[in-house]
């Protein structure tokens, strides 16, 4: 796997991104999927670029992409290999422009994220890591730094969603001992949980695959875990409907 490449790439999406993020006759321009989610042109720039990238990189590895067509699941369960893509993940950050948005592309092999690929375009910022190789986190064209999980037995800090808070949070929190929060959009809470600056990420309302995959790539490969429910159970891809259920991030 060409990690460097692959990080290439996700700048390169993420700088089709700032094109239209940054021109004001093109970042309101808002449609809607058939969910009623919001899709911007930068979400279709974006996956365009990816596409495009990774069928030349790796043309025997299927697509599974939220901009991408749909893929009948008769079809996708005899991938044992695959790339699992949100071209822009925090749509409704982009459109309050917060920043708080990314590019996530990840390697699903035998259903478990095995690579995952984190952009942060208004930052600047790249987050990656690999099942074997360990996280990193790249600021700019700054040296990557390996990042890892906290591993707090007390007084965690939690992430939170900016956007799909849920009251059953509450409870999973107090069992770990998690007093503080902060917020952050997308799969940046994945991101906070893998570089220490949180310790646990519990999220009750639905997501979709694209949403988690590089997140949990990022986040395993820094030490920590993403489990089903409120666990014990491993969180896995390629199901037969690619809505995700709840699921509890640890980094301990």
Not at 43 to 70: C, F, T
Not at 122 to 136: C, L
Not at 193 to 222: C, F, N, S
Request: with cysteine; charged share 25%; aromatic share 10%.
């Amino acid at each position: 796997m060409d990690i460097s490449a692959l990080n290439a790439l996700s700048k390169k999406a993420g700088q089709a991104i700032l094109d239209i993020y940054n021109n004001p006759q093109h970042a309101d321009v808002v449609d809607y999927k058939d969910d009623n989610s919001p899709l911007t042109l930068a979400d279709k720039a974006s996956h365009q670029v990816i596409e495009e990238g990774l069928k030349s990189m790796y043309p025997d590895i299927p697509i599974i992409s939220e901009e991408g067509e749909s893929i009948d699941f008769d079809i996708r369960k005899n991938y044992a290999k695959y790339w699992l893509v949100d071209p822009l993940d925090g749509t409704k950050e982009f459109i309050n422009r917060n920043g708080e948005f990314t590019v996530n592309i990840a390697l699903i092999d035998d259903r478990k994220a095995v690579a995952g690929f984190i952009y942060v375009p208004v930052k600047d910022v790249t987050y990656y890591g690999t099942k074997e190789g360990g996280a990193f986190k790249q600021e700019g064209s700054a040296a990557p730094e390996q990042i890892t999980v906290n591993g707090k037995e007390k007084q965690r800090i939690a992430v939170r969603s900016k956007s799909h808070a849920s009251p059953e949070e509450e409870t999973v929190l107090e069992k770990y001992d998690a007093g503080e929060s902060i917020s952050v959009g997308s799969s940046l809470k994945f991101c906070m949980v893998a570089e220490g600056k949180a310790d646990i990420y519990y999220r009750h309302g639905p997501t979709m695959e694209w949403d988690t995959g590089a997140g949990q790539a990022v986040l395993e490969a820094a030490g920590g875990k993403v489990l089903i429910g409120q666990g014990p159970e491993p969180f896995l891809y390629n199901k037969e409907n690619l809505l995700n259920g709840s699921f509890l991030c640890l980094g301990f």
